[in-house]
């Protein structure tokens, strides 16, 4: 064996090992989110549960009728979710293609942010919203909540995550192609769980 060929075999292996720090990088990002996302809910729970529990109950108006166990109400929930991910799976997309070229002026590196920026806005805004309305359901339901919201909840909540921790990564640095798409199919996957979870584990 001569040594162009171990250095041809060296290099062989390094984008498989660069790709599986970035699908590591990935969940490590969606673990964080998941962190934040559950800490912010945890936090307006509190705050609604202490000073605006009545008024929370009249605005939100939840009665808690459960979910027909059937497989139609699955779909309907898998579609909803998948909706939401692919909207960031689409951010994602956005922010690994739409970058400056190297050397770019300050206005043709100001065009190409704009767009991220956009998706940025659009993600945060409904972050904030599942967060508002997650948290205020909580405080003022409690316990109730908590048990529609369970063992589904937690599930769904890593998938969304995981979604949006590929994004998070896609506004660093390009993405390689196999990670990412890892990470969208095991998003997918947990919303699939989450949405069989939510409809046939037992209340």
């Known amino acids: ?38 800490g912010l809910v945890a936090l307006v ?18 009665t808690f009728p459960g979910v027909p166990r059937t497989l139609g109400s699955a779909a309907d929930v898998l579609a909803a979710n998948a909706r939401l991910l692919g909207v960031v799976l689409v ?48 405080g003022a339901y409690g316990g109730r909540t908590v048990a529609a919201i369970l063992p589904h909840g937690p599930v769904e909540l890593a998938g969304f995550a995981v979604g949006l921790g590929l994004y998070l990564d896609a506004r660093r640095r390009r993405l390689r192609p196999w990670p990412a798409v890892t990470a969208a199919a095991l998003a997918l996957a947990l919303l699939t769980l989450a949405a069989a979870l939510e409809v046939f584990a037992p209340s």
């Open 1 to 38: 064996m001569t040594v162009g060929t171990v250095r041809a075999a060296a290099g062989a292996t390094r984008p498989s090992r660069r790709c599986a720090g970035d699908a590591a990088g990935t969940l490590r990002t969606a673990a964080l989110v998941a962190t934040a996302v559950a």
């Open 45 to 62: 729970a509190v705050v609604v549960a202490l000073v605006a529990r009545d008024a929370a109950r009249d605005a939100l108006g939840l």
């Open 91 to 138: 951010a994602s997309a956005v922010a690994h293609v739409v970058r400056a070229p190297e050397g770019a002026g300050r206005l043709v590196r100001l065009a190409h942010r704009v767009p991220v920026a956009i998706c940025d806005a659009v993600l945060a805004g409904s972050c904030l919203v599942h967060v508002l309305l997650v948290g205020a359901a909580l």
